[in-house]
Nanobody
Framework: QVQLVESGGGLVQAGGSLRLSCAAS????????IGWFRQAPGKEREFVAA????????IYANSVKGRFTISRDNAKNTVYLQMNSLKSEDTAVYYC????????????????WGQGTQVTVSS
């Protein structure tokens, strides 16, 4: 199994930046891709970004493309989400997740989930 811990959330003004971290432990050999998802109050969870571990190939939701960047640090077993030009619409709980076998935007492709970290963007 894999354990995931998110950190770096907080309150930031619109137009500002924030970097989220996702630290992995356990059977990390089983990872194929790591994704970020978010859920705003009263809304469904949605895909944000994902990275394939083997070659660092990335995919993004249209709503964040050009503003957010996903990256990895193999030595630290950590994935980052750099969030720039933040908007009020980005306010949500952000979750990282591991897929054992797929590089995908869909939630059912992911097998392990972190506890989430709150991001609040003020106008």
């Amino acid at each position: 199994q894999v354990q995931l811990v998110e950190s770096g959330g907080g309150l930031v003004q619109a137009g500002g930046s924030l970097r989220l971290s996702c630290a992995a432990s356990g059977r990390t050999f089983s990872r194929y891709a790591i994704g970020w998802f978010r859920q705003a109050p009263g809304k469904e969870r949605e895909f944000v970004a994902a990275i394939r571990w083997s070659d660092s190939n990335t995919i993004y939701a249209n709503s964040v493309k050009g503003r957010f960047t996903i990256s990895r640090d193999n030595a630290k077993n950590t994935v980052y989400l750099q969030m720039n030009s933040l908007k009020s619409e980005d306010t949500a709980v952000y979750y990282c997740a591991v897929s054992r076998s797929r590089f995908s935007k869909t939630q059912d492709s992911y097998n392990y989930w972190g506890q989430g970290t709150q991001v609040t963007v003020s106008s």
